[in-house]
């Protein structure tokens, strides 16, 4: 069985490894405040162009998610999010668990437009019982997304300057940044993004490493205390140091691209192979998740070797699958699927 | 000015300030457990023909549902409703606050059907990602619905069937229950409600008390303890008799379901002279609360006299208001409107 | 039977149903914004000299409290209190609810000195691990205290400034205010009250009002959105105008302040009989709860006519209980008891 | 420098690194569900004679504490400890954030009592206001407590037993459970403790794993849809199978055991060493930690060379440390420590 239901089906990269095994004896202080943490901090704010910012290390992405949303938020405030944002979808229910409502807006491609956060603030505003409503605080997105589109310059440089007009802080959720910032079509860079929203992750544990988000708060208002948030949510690792390790070496020297690069590779020859089969595609994503439609015959026939996430039944015959590249995903492995489709 | 905007604009019935009056200087015991409390709670029960029953009086709507919705759902599990449900639009986050997600489905007339519930549990069940996604616990419904609709014996029994095969609690938010119960097209008895639901509140506050909602536990499960959430969320009362009082004095009698049909009859009457006058109605309401879309010529003319809620704009010339009555309303007052609506 | 347990049996000061009946069949709007509560509020502000402070009407004691604990702080800020404190021992985790520990400090007859809040603010900044350690946020004191003891200009002015010096709130629970203010060695008054903390309560439901706390916010850093908190937290009331009225009765010919007097002087005229009669009492207090020591065999005496609060078991054969007066406690009531204590 | 600060200063012991390589490029599902987990669950329920426990892996401890003690309480229910306790002080209130109250008993090195906590629920249920206090749901302990002391068949049996009368659970955080169960004066098994609470932890952070640490969950009534709690706490790790593997090795030929063995036999040469310096110890520590009082003159030589935790000052020229071993302390590094105490 191959398996390209996931980007996390893996340990980590080999490099990731080496490293622990390198400094794995050596006697440093806990919970995030020892050396390696502190230098892969400072290279990341580098790439980020962001030297006022803060860097935290998480180990997981609803950890991540649910840490900074409650920090952020005041207690009636909530935060507003594609209908396919992970926060509504897949945490059961962490958000609400920290007291504080996701305001779901319809997503068109699992994106939020500008024009979407303003017309939310203003129908709150002018709510006569506004009082009575959860209050807009926070703009919560993810790039790429669930569905594996990505937001452009354009696109978040409008959404970033509707939340500033709004009052509202905006958040982004990279648990797979590097499949956005390796995709053909992208127009995104680190520090761009830095400049455009209050906080966002850089996600590890689906491009390669163990585990591991890097939290990145460029709004000064969000930065205090924000270890305090961490260990009150249970996220403080004792051996915080595991996670400075690995993102020094995922930065070190562009790691962390190059990972993302190979999946979204890899991504695009399984989807011209599929369009050459004649495959249709519900959302038009150019990074590591595709969503084929496929027969239910050929779904079953692919099924016998390969390992899909099922997404949803399209109609009688047909449905939707996820089909996942990462970082470890072999070259060969894409040929062997790839002529497996052309002989469909 | 004559306000039609809603059903809590007076103070109390009169009957209700009297026995405030009469018994005002009585020494009882604090916090709902004294005789007046027990008294009215036996006469609840008694009506409901539910001996086995628990009956607690809260002071408000938002308090009796967040403190029900708390003491029933585990952490992981939310509240299903109809996406008008007050819990999702209008209590500014209360259920949230107290770590539940609230689930809204597309309501139709502001009510959900048993297919729904049976559909979203069947969906959480077969999701392969089932642990990380909200689990149903609870069917929150209102009657009358905040768009003055009702449940009939057929609909509430379904919903309270399918509730029974998924293993939900079915609540039933009885803010305005006394319109509902004398609705013209009603079925509903306060019997017949008790047995096919887990809990359910009687509301006073629209009914003409000063305040109160009774909550009514049917479910011997749902029981255990409810005082201890009740003084855990803010929401115990210190001279509690003054709760028993008022609901005493609304079923010592049958004042209750009096109060509930002059409302509903005076907006019966508001409702054919609109009709007449060629109104259309969004919602198909026989309560108190009527839903007409006015020409803004027509509204702006109303309006001098008679203050309406300002509900939504149609389109660019018409608007949906809410029109209430209440136990309260003036039959000369509706004398009035319909001869200002007949000649409008 | 005559009870002397507590200072909430009786209903609510004459005037007070006098108003609510005069005032029943206006229309108002709801939520606490209506005329009656902007009046009410003035009136108070007027009273503390403090025309910039917020003036909130909340149904109850408890909910007071948590609402704005849960206002002022945030998340991984706790609350420092005495150890008798309300919030600490008689809430059932109301304040632990919306996330909060409460830390408890040791009281010396129920109140807390600025030299302990100095002490554990310097402990946890010194403490290396103090990122691990919920940080004070707020000190609870209430005046009086739990047991009837008040705090003085010289106390309350030491504490507030050493509130402000370590970055705290001062939040002062009044829900007996009015029987602090009348002692006869108090020195505090509302405007002193107001200038020396940053929110504080003036409560109503032990001072005879049917129920109902006056948050007065005099920190504008805690005002901002205070509404949406109170909603979030179930504590609006609909009729809000109730409220309203009943501190309108209070304040507007100094109601309020003989009401305190009448009770102290009938709880001074008890303690100097019970001093007579040889007992001992645990606390020294001026206001309106006094608690003797008593013999089994005198309490059993005195237990067949009055009703008092059993406190604690002392030895083995003394107890001490809880005298309260009120602003309903009878003359006659108190001379007959008298008269018992001096035939024991 | 040599740290004897804390007994997570390394990373892992070689043979978890050895299994992370050899197991590195394998897909597996995630989220704990992969044969890894499976296997080292079946393994230690094997250890505990436990078949019918339920084992979960999370990643650290204060996770652990807040999940289980969130999953098993109803929402007006607190938990008991000793005030030494973890979860009472070093975790920035992650039960409160939970909504739940700490309720701490005043602890006998570290430890609490059966007669204390039949004492604690005796005075709940016996006081008057029983419902506005919150009710004890669970006790909370750990072994080896915070201060290095460990219960015995004894007193856990007696604790135990005290639990099932009053109707609590009984949890018992391992966190550093392998220096407990290798100490000299130990005489407790895990059969022994799965057999005497109702849930416990096994701690591999402390004890040579990278993180991680395993939930037994024996009692039945708790083991439903824990997963749900894991991931609603932000708890569920992507690549699960890291825990897995871990425990494996850990548990697979009694390695745990092994190096708590070693890490005591360590302490126990220092503790010896600083007897014979005519030391004082506060606390009669047989496992990792030890906690002697050293003059400042002493400390300060001592501190040129090696690091311990500084504990708190016992009077103008004395202060108490901590001294910790561990699983990765080096025979030659104590040998050095002891070498220092002799001359000092």
């Known amino acids: 069985m191959i398996f390209f239901n996931c980007d996390y089906n893996e340990g980590a990269h080999e490099r990731i490894l080496q490293r622990l095994m390198e400094t794995n004896m050596e006697q440093t202080v806990g919970y995030g405040e020892d050396a390696y943490c502190q230098k892969a901090a400072e290279l990341i704010l580098q790439e980020c162009q962001a030297p006022e910012a803060d860097v935290h290390f998480l180990v997981g992405g609803t950890q991540a998610n649910l840490t900074v949303i409650a920090a952020a938020l005041r207690p009636y405030e909530g935060v507003l999010t594609a209908d396919t944002g992970h926060i509504n979808c897949h945490e059961t229910g962490a958000v609400e668990a920290t007291g504080h409502k996701v305001l779901a807006l319809p997503g068109r491609n699992g994106k939020i437009r500008a024009e979407q956060v303003r017309e939310a603030v203003r129908s709150h505003r002018e709510d006569p019982s506004f009082e009575h409503i959860v209050k807009p605080g926070m703009v919560y997105i993810s790039n790429p997304t669930e569905i594996g589109t990505i937001y452009h310059k354009g696109s978040l440089g409008k959404l970033y300057e509707a939340c500033k007009e709004c009052g509202l802080y905006l958040y982004i959720d990279g648990a797979r940044l ?25 996600g590890g544990t689906k491009m390669g490493t163990l585990f591991g988000e890097a939290v990145v708060i460029t709004n000064p208002e969000l930065q205090k205390d924000f270890r305090y948030m961490i260990k009150r949510q249970g996220g403080m690792l004792a051996k915080g140091r595991l996670l400075g390790i690995q993102f020094l070496a995922m930065f070190e020297d562009g790691l962390y691209y190059r990972l993302g690069e190979h999946a979204d590779e890899q991504a695009m020859r399984i989807k011209h192979a599929l369009i050459e089969a004649g495959c249709n595609f519900s959302f038009s994503s150019s990074t590591n ?8 015959a050929k779904l079953k026939k692919l099924s016998e070797i390969y390992a899909f996430s099922y997404w949803e039944r399209v109609d009688e015959h047909y449905s939707m699958v996820r089909i996942c590249t990462s970082w470890a995903t072999k070259t060969e492995d894409v040929d062997a699927l790839i002529r497996d489709i052309q002989n469909l």
């Not at 590097?178 to 850089?202: E, K, M, S, W």
């Not at 998740?289 to 239910?296: E, G, R, Y």
Request: glycine letters at 6%; charged letters at 20%; one cysteine or more.
């Open 289 to 296: 998740q595709q969503f084929p439609v496929l027969s239910d």
């Open 178 to 202: 590097g499949y956005g910032l390796a995709a053909r079509d992208n127009d995104l860079d680190l520090p761009f993004i830095a400049r455009h929203c209050d906080v966002f992750t850089i």
